[in-house]
DNA sequence: TTGACATATTCCGTTATGGGCATAAACTCA
DNA sequence: TGAGTTTATGCCCATAACGGAATATGTCAA
C-alpha cells in the first residue's frame, strides 16, 4: 500500500510546501488563482490542482467573482494539526540537553 | 516531479497515520521495536521503516540496550509544526459561521 | 563458535504523486 | 454568437511511497 491519498486529510495536505506557502498566502484574504501563479511563479494548472487538494480536506474555500474564482485560507482547518502537536507540549523541554547532545554528535562526525 | 520525499522534513514524516501513532506511543517513554509491532500489530520490518523515517527527521531517538533497541519520541522537534499552524491561530473563529453554512450546504446536497 | 533472538536492510510489485502540456469549461463583453 | 480571459481537467511521465517476503546485521548465552 502507498502513501494515504493526500486528499485524506488535512496532515497530507500540508505535507506539500507549495501547498504551505499556499495557505499562508491566502489567510489574510481572498485572492484569486492567476495572483498565486504570479507571486510563487508556478503553472497555473498546478496551482489550481494544489488548490483542489487543499479544498477537498477543506482547507480553503472558494468563491467565484465574475471570471475568477477566489481562494481563502479556512484557518480552522488547521486546528487539529496544531492541537494534535500541541499533544506533546508538555513533553517539550525536557529532552532538550539530549537534542543537543545529538547535534554536537553529528556536527563532529 | 514526484510527491516529496517522506524524509525532507517533519511535515512529510508525520503524514502517514502509524507514524503518527508510533510517535504518541514512544511519548511516554522508551519502548522496544517489538512492543509496536505487538501493539499496532504491524510486521516487524514495516515499524522498522517508520522509524528510520522519523529518526531520519529528529522525531525519535534511538539506544540499544542489549539484542534490542529502546526508541523515543523527541517531541521537540514537533514545535515547528505546532508553531507553523500557530500562526492561523488568530484567522481561528473568524470564519465559523461560513463554516457553518458551507456544512450545512454539504449537508442539503 | 554456534544457535537463538531482535532489529535493519534489500528487492519487488502496486499505487499515487506532482509537473508539463494540451484542452475543456465557465464567464464577460462586444 | 464569437473572441478573449480565467480557471479546471485529462493525459502522460518519472519518481517515490508503503507493504511483504527474504535475508542481512547485531547481540547475547552457552
Redesign the interface.
Known amino acids: 500500500m502507498p ?2 491519498a ?1 486528499t485524506s486529510d488535512v ?2 495536505a ?4 507549495r501547498r ?1 506557502d499556499i ?2 498566502f491566502l ?1 489574510d484574504g481572498e485572492h484569486a488563482v492567476s495572483d498565486i501563479v504570479d507571486r510563487f511563479e508556478m503553472s497555473q494548472p498546478s496551482v489550481s490542482k494544489h488548490l483542489r487538494v487543499l479544498a477537498g480536506v477543506g482547507l480553503v ?1 472558494a468563491r467565484r467573482d465574475g471570471q475568477r474564482v477566489l481562494y481563502r ?4 482547518a ?2 487539529p ?2 492541537e ?6 508538555r ?6 540537553l ?2 543537543k547532545e ?1 547535534a554536537e554528535r553529528k556536527g563532529r562526525a
Open positions: 502513501r494515504a493526500t496532515f497530507n500540508i505535507a506539500e510546501t504551505r495557505l499562508a489567510a474555500d485560507t479556512n484557518a480552522e488547521l486546528r494539526i496544531h494534535w502537536t500541541g499533544r506533546f507540549e513533553y517539550w523541554g525536557r529532552q532538550l539530549r537534542v545529538r
